[in-house]
């Protein structure tokens, strides 16, 4: 990014949920820090190195629209699609094992047809070696 003051602000005009993505395949808020994945309110779950989900907290229960039962056990991706936007999905996933750390965005897909545009940031080996932690937030 440009490294004069203010850059972020000259493109704030574009709306709330724009993301700034770099050559290195991350990704910035457009809106603020992150500091939002640390908010109770903040859905959170934990993968293991296969993508299933190991762990949801209550925010994450709701946001997908699934009992807790239900989400833990499931592979990553049964109730979210990349945003339409993303043409190579596992280029994310490309960048989260060499950075470990992506930022990006997707569509929660609830099994009551409802489609939520969420921001997510998923942090490689949070929880130990292979358990990576992801917070979503429902966006707009």
Known sequence: PPA??????????????????????T???AIGSDDWV????????VTDESGHYLDANQAAVELFGVSRE?????????FTEPDARIEDADA??????????LH?????????G?????????MRDEEGPGRNV????ALG
């Open 104 to 112: 990006s965005l997707a569509l929660v897909c609830r099994p009551d």
């Open 38 to 45: 640390t908010l109770a309110s903040t859905a959170r779950v």
């Open 4 to 25: 004069s003051p203010g850059w972020r602000d000259r493109f704030r005009g574009f709306g709330d949920g724009v993301l700034y993505v770099f050559r290195d395949g």
């Open 70 to 78: 239900r989400l833990v056990g499931s592979r990553a991706g049964a």
């Open 134 to 137: 992801m917070y979503l937030r």
């Open 114 to 122: 409802t489609a939520i545009s969420a921001e997510f940031i998923t």
């Open 92 to 101: 994310l996933w490309r960048a989260l094992h060499a950075t470990g750390k």
């Open 27 to 29: 990704a910035a808020s």
